[in-house]
Structure formats: C-alpha cells, structure tokens
C-alpha cells in the first residue's frame, strides 16, 4: 500500500536535547512538507521540500531543521533551540501538479519533560 | 496574502442534523479549494476537493460548492452520524510550482460533535 508513514507515534525528550523525527513516503511524491499542531490549533508550516536536497523555510522554522537526501524521506530535527517544543507534529507530501492532494502522514506526538 | 477562514467551533448537532461549516478564502489568483477531515490523534485525511469555480466536491455524503463570487467553500451534509465527530479543516493552495512553491494554507480547523 502507498502511503505516509512516520515514527515513533510518541516521542519524549528532555530539555537541552535534539530529537529526529521520522517521515518516510511511498508516493513518489516529489514535495514534501512538516506541520506543527498546537491543541486547538490549525496547522503550522515548518519546512517543505519540492525536490530533493532543497528545502525551504516555512512559517516557524527556527529552531527545526530538515534535510532531503531521498525522494521517500524528509526527516525533521527538533533542537534544543526550540523554545516550546511540545506539540503534535504532521508530515505530508503531494504530487506535481498544482491540484493534487496533500497526503498526512499519521503524526507524532512530541512531549518535552 | 492568501489565507483561509473558517467558522469557529465547537459545533455540536445532534445524530441526522443538517450541518453547515463555512469556509471563505482570499487568493491573488485561482486556488484549489479542500476539506481534510481529522479524528482524534491521527493525521488528516482528504474529504473532498474543487478546482475551478463552480466544481462541486463530494464524499461520504459532504459536498462543498466553489463559489468564486463569494470567495466561499462551505462544507455541507444533510444528516450527521456520530461517526462524523472529528476537526474539520478548509483549505487553498495556489499558483505554480514556480511562484508559491505548491504550499497549502489551512483555516484554523472546527471541531464537530455529533451526540445520539
């Protein structure tokens, strides 16, 4: 089955530390993109990415980076720089043209203790 | 700047009520228009979707009619089910791969709760 997938489900971390979260893809999808989401929240862009080994900054990127070494995976980093780093976050990817679907990964949720 | 808004919630109909969610939207251009659906602790799953002006998305018995004139998407069912309990979010994305770099813009979401 095509799909998005990510992982861990739950993650906690301790202040001070950098955490990676997973987003694998299966889509062939070239874009690629992470959200944040607050309790009661919309959705929040991060980074995207059209193609592989680009990237480009969203809405709240500071204190996140990303990379793109692989169509399929766009891993997102959560440094310690980030000032409130608990929240769930959303992976997606979409196809080529411009009225194609988002498709969202399952999320995961980011606790820090 | 391109941008989604969304009726605020909470709504809570009760089981086979007529259920409206109102979406407008301002875009420079001519923006593809969605409805995501999110249950609890999951991600969000495509409802229903518009292309152009007058295109009618439907699914799962929603609809939502692409009105250019009023700049409008809302989302419509006839009669609810308990099942239709989750966050709903409106959403556009426009332009060209080249000038926008294919980014969606989301309304802040409203939640639905369907009792029996």
């Known amino acids: 089955d095509g799909g998005i997938t990510q992982s861990p489900k739950y993650l906690f971390r301790k202040e001070g530390q950098n955490v990676t979260l997973s987003c694998e893809q299966n889509?062939?999808?070239?874009?690629m993109y992470w959200y944040r989401q607050d309790p009661g929240q919309g959705l929040r862009l991060i980074y995207y990415s059209q193609i592989v080994n680009d990237f480009q900054k969203g809405d709240i990127a500071e204190g996140y980076s990303v990379s793109r070494e692989k169509k399929e995976s766009f891993p997102l980093t959560v440094t310690s720089a980030q000032k409130n780093p608990t929240a769930f976050y959303l992976c997606a990817s979409k196809g080529g043209r411009v009225t194609d679907t988002q498709y969202f990964g399952p999320g995961t949720r980011l606790t820090v203790l | 700047g391109d941008s989604v808004t969304q009726m605020e919630g909470p709504v809570t109909l009760s089981e086979e009520a007529f259920l409206t969610i109102n979406c407008t939207y301002t875009?420079?251009?001519?923006?593809?228009l969605f409805w995501y659906v999110q249950y609890p602790g999951e991600g969000l799953q495509l409802l229903l979707k518009a292309t152009k002006a007058d295109d009618k998305g439907s699914n799962k018995g929603f609809e939502a009619t692409y009105r250019k004139e009023t700049t409008s998407f809302h989302l419509e069912k006839g009669s609810v089910q308990v099942s239709d309990s989750a966050v709903y979010f409106c959403?556009?994305?426009?332009?060209?791969?080249?000038?926008?770099?294919?980014?969606?813009?989301f309304g802040t979401g409203t939640s639905l709760t369907v009792i029996p």
């Open positions: 875009a420079t251009g001519y923006p593809s």
């Open positions: 889509l062939n999808h070239d874009a």
């Open positions: 959403a556009l994305i426009l332009g060209t791969y080249m000038n926008t770099g294919n980014q969606f813009y």
